[in-house]
C-alpha cells in the first residue's frame, strides 16, 4: 500500500489515534484497519457505521442509495466475521446483503449498483456453504446455487451490452469459478485445499 497518498495517511492516523476516529467516517476508518489486519478494530469500526446506517435507513427506507450502503455495510461486516471464522455472524450479515438486493434488482432489473451488491452476497453466501464446517450455516444450498446463477446471467447481459464497470467486472470471473465449483460432479461444495 502506497502510504504516501495524503487520504490514505489521514485515514491511518485516525484509525491508530481513537481520539481523532470520530471525525472519520466508521466505515472508511474500518477499510483501513481491515487491509492493516487488524480485524477486531476494523469490526469495531464496521459495526458504528452500520449502527448509524441502519437508522438512517430506518428513516427513509426508499432511498435507494442509503439501502445500498447499507447492504454493503453488512458485507464488510460478513467479510471480517467470515475470515474470523465466526460462520453463523457471517451468514446472518450475508443473508441480509442477498434480502436486501433482491427487491432492489426487482425494481430495476438492470441496475449495475445493485446487481453488484447481489452478486458480492451470493459469492460470499456460496463462500461460506463451502468452508464452514458442517451444520455451521444454514443457508438453503439450491437457493444459493440459483442465485449464483442469477447474479453471473445479468452480468453477462451487461457484459453483452458494454455495461459491465469496475468492480464488476473483476466479480464476474469468481462468480463464474464459484459456479463451476458447486456444479462438480460431487455435487457438493469445494472446499479449497
Not at 20 to 36: F, Q, W
Not at 46 to 53: C, D, Q
Not at 58 to 80: F, M, S
Amino acid at each position: 500500500m502506497d502510504t504516501n497518498l495524503p487520504w490514505i495517511e489521514k485515514m491511518i492516523d485516525a484509525a491508530e489515534q481513537p481520539s481523532k476516529a470520530p471525525a472519520r467516517s466508521p466505515l472508511n476508518v474500518g477499510d483501513v484497519l481491515m487491509a492493516k489486519g487488524d480485524l477486531p478494530g476494523a469490526l469495531q469500526s464496521y459495526r458504528a457505521s452500520l449502527a448509524i446506517r441502519e437508522k438512517l435507513a430506518q428513516k427513509d427506507p426508499d432511498n435507494a442509495d442509503g439501502q445500498r450502503n447499507l447492504a454493503i455495510n453488512y458485507e464488510k461486516v460478513g467479510t471480517v466475521v467470515q475470515r474470523q471464522k465466526l460462520w453463523a455472524e457471517a451468514a446472518v450479515a450475508f443473508a441480509h446483503v442477498v434480502e436486501m438486493a433482491r427487491p432492489w434488482l426487482a425494481r430495476n432489473n438492470a441496475q449495475v449498483a445493485w446487481l453488484s451488491v447481489f452478486a458480492n452476497g451470493t459469492g460470499h453466501c456460496w463462500e461460506l456453504l463451502r468452508d464452514a464446517p458442517p451444520g455451521e450455516v444454514t443457508f438453503d444450498r439450491a437457493k444459493a446455487l440459483a442465485d449464483l446463477h442469477t447474479a453471473r446471467d445479468r452480468m453477462l447481459g451487461l457484459k453483452e451490452q458494454n455495461r459491465l464497470v469496475p468492480p464488476m467486472d473483476k466479480n464476474l470471473p469468481w462468480i463464474e469459478k464459484l459456479i463451476q465449483a458447486a456444479e462438480q460432479p460431487s455435487n457438493a461444495p469445494a472446499r479449497p485445499p
